[in-house]
């Protein structure tokens, strides 16, 4: 068993306008208590069970601060982390399964805009959770190959979210909409991996897959701002020379997304209003490279 108290106390001082010419001048202070207990039970043959419940609070950034609307500052983060699970080691095989409920009170979470300087912007949400499983595999198939994989299943969600849609005809030209258990923004409902490890002497190499489902850039699960899921697969090459008089020499190389698949991980995304109240959204994509490499050489003394 372990207990762990931890008591936190952040101030804030800021002096100064925002980009709208603002004054932005705030005093914050912060206190912030956060509980961890939990449970490792050894059972025999190389098995183990735990379960563990921890509290913890964060205090909002500087940029969350910066981006505030006037009057509303953002709130610090309360979160119930709540994780159970169980491992296994026996002779080749690694074996592990944990579950967890993450219950937020006004998690800070992004809103898929940007501000003026290209930073994400986050907003408080009352109440939300992020709840799932994981679960890795590693099996020493031969002295010079191993296998190693793990999968996460998560469900994440707000449990209400208020979106404004704001016009261009003073502040009360705006529409109002309210969404029940609409998907966080950025959170994937599924993350695969697979690694093949091979050593030949001097020689390292390592074939890594990886999957991501499909995802969204903002929280009204908007289709037309969603990012479609992928899948990558590199290859990562080391050799260290032998007969070195002076510390260690290894040589490396990466080849990145070696099928060459065009994919879109991260975006933004924002919306106004017409003077009919009919909504715009406009969606903009960060494509990301196909095929390429990278090279390396480190020295260790």
């Known amino acids: 068993t372990f207990l762990d108290l931890q008591f936190r106390r952040v101030n804030y001082s800021f002096k100064g306008d925002n980009?709208?010419?603002?004054?932005?001048?705030q005093n914050v202070a912060l206190s912030m208590f956060n509980p961890k207990a939990g449970i490792n039970y050894k059972l025999?043959?190389?098995?183990?069970?735990?379960?563990?419940?921890?509290?913890?609070?964060?205090?909002?950034?500087?940029?969350?601060y910066v981006n505030a609307i006037a009057n509303q500052l953002p709130q610090k983060e309360l979160l119930n982390d709540f994780e159970a699970g169980f491992r296994k080691t026996k002779g080749k095989i690694q074996l592990g399964f944990n579950a967890y409920y993450m219950n937020y009170q006004n998690q800070l979470i992004l809103t898929g805009q940007l501000n003026e300087v290209g930073d994400f912007i986050r907003t408080n949400v009352g109440s939300s959770y992020r709840a799932g499983i994981e679960m890795e595999l590693g099996i020493q198939c031969t002295s010079w190959l191993k296998w190693n994989a793990n999968l996460t299943l998560s469900q994440n969600k707000v449990r209400r979210f208020v979106n404004i849609v704001q016009g261009y005809n003073g502040p009360n030209d705006y529409l109002r909409q309210d969404f029940s258990k609409t998907n966080?923004?950025?959170?994937?409902?599924?993350?695969?991996?697979?690694?093949l490890l091979v050593n030949f002497g001097n020689w390292d190499c390592a074939i890594i897959s990886k999957y991501v489902s499909s995802q969204?850039?903002?929280?009204?699960?908007?289709?037309?701002?969603?990012?479609?899921?992928?899948t990558l697969t590199d290859i990562r090459l080391?050799?260290?020379?032998?007969?070195?008089?002076?510390?260690?020499?290894?040589?490396?190389l990466l080849l990145n997304n070696i099928f060459n698949y065009k994919y879109v991980s991260n975006g933004y995304t924002?919306?106004?209003?017409?003077?009919?109240?009919?909504?715009?959204?406009y969606t903009f994509y960060y494509p990301q490279a196909g095929f390429n490499l990278l090279g390396s050489i480190s020295l260790r003394f």
Do not use: C, F, H
């Not at 183990?48 to 500087?62: D, F, K, T």
């Not at 924002?270 to 959204?281: F, K, Q, R, V």
């Open 238 to 252: 080391k050799y260290k020379l032998p007969y070195v008089a002076v510390g260690n020499v290894e040589l490396g």
């Open 19 to 25: 980009a709208k010419q603002q004054d932005a001048s």
């Open 44 to 64: 025999n043959d190389g098995k183990m069970l735990y379960a563990s419940w921890a509290v913890a609070q964060r205090e909002p950034n500087r940029n969350d």
């Open 216 to 230: 969204y850039l903002d929280n009204t699960q908007n289709r037309n701002s969603r990012l479609n899921g992928y």
């Open 184 to 195: 966080i923004a950025y959170s994937p409902n599924v993350i695969a991996a697979n690694q």
């Open 270 to 281: 924002y919306s106004d209003l017409n003077t009919d109240a009919s909504i715009n959204n």
